[in-house]
């Protein structure tokens, strides 16, 4: 265990401590009760989150195994809390536990991201990937064959999965999945490119990156006819290469 993933798990110990101590504090009855028997299952949601957030640390083999582990904690946590509190409100910090979780199992997916960034200085068309974007595994983005890329944007983006190259891109990690758009005028010219994190709002624009698999399920496919597609860009003022 690395020392920052033996800090992270003191400090859960050290808050699963407090909170048995507070629950020492309540009353001998049947709210006090709840509490104490819920405070177990809440540090084993509190477990799960420290889990995933730290994902990145195992093998890429063994993550999607950990992610089904945690699933069942998570789905059994949330069970017996919700038998304790059947017929009472749940508090507030059960449920937001139980979110906090659910959404850091959801962010294990892109544990270990590595993007793949154009590195030129002009823009640059994206050619045909090789057949390995059409094997299943893992989680995969990429620009469609066809599509202009302009210096300094990701063209493709993956985890748990052989990676990529396109000749003059430069591998990068990422902390978080992105998306590049292309942002119009209402009359359906270009504007600009523009590169934002999934988790940010969505922007008015044109999504460039095709989510291609999502932890070994297919999502998407590449489906544009690169010539046409490219023709359609230049129509519309995307800066071509010449």
């Known amino acids: 265990m690395s020392a920052a993933a033996a800090d992270a798990w003191t400090v859960l110990i050290a808050q699963a401590m407090r909170m048995a101590a507070v629950a020492r504090t309540l009353p001998m009855d049947a709210a006090g009760d709840r509490v104490r028997h819920g405070v177990p299952w809440l540090v084993q949601l509190m477990a799960v989150e420290l889990a995933m957030d730290r994902l990145a640390e195992l093998e890429p083999s063994a993550r999607p195994y950990a992610r089904d582990q945690a699933e069942l904690l998570l789905q059994q946590a949330g069970a017996r809390l919700g038998e304790l509190w059947h017929a009472e409100p749940m508090p507030g910090l059960m449920l937001e536990s139980m979110e906090r979780s659910r959404a850091a199992i959801s962010r294990s997916l892109y544990a270990g991201l590595t993007g793949l960034r154009w590195n030129g200085e002009r823009p640059m068309v994206i050619p045909a990937w090789t057949e390995v974007v059409r094997e299943p595994g893992g989680t995969l983005a990429v620009m469609e064959p066809g599509t202009v ?92 290469p010449a």
């Open 149 to 240: 890329a302009l210096p300094g944007e990701c063209v493709a983006w993956w985890t748990e999965r052989e990676p990529l190259a396109c000749q003059g891109c430069v591998q990068a990690s990422l902390s978080a999945p992105v998306q590049v758009y292309r942002v119009f005028d209402p009359d359906g010219r270009f504007l600009q490119g523009r590169e934002i994190p999934l988790h940010e709002p969505l922007i008015a624009g044109m999504p460039m990156l095709v989510p291609l698999w999502l932890d070994g399920k297919p999502v998407g496919s590449l489906q544009r006819e690169p010539v046409a597609w490219l023709a359609m860009q230049r129509r519309a003022g995307v800066p071509v």
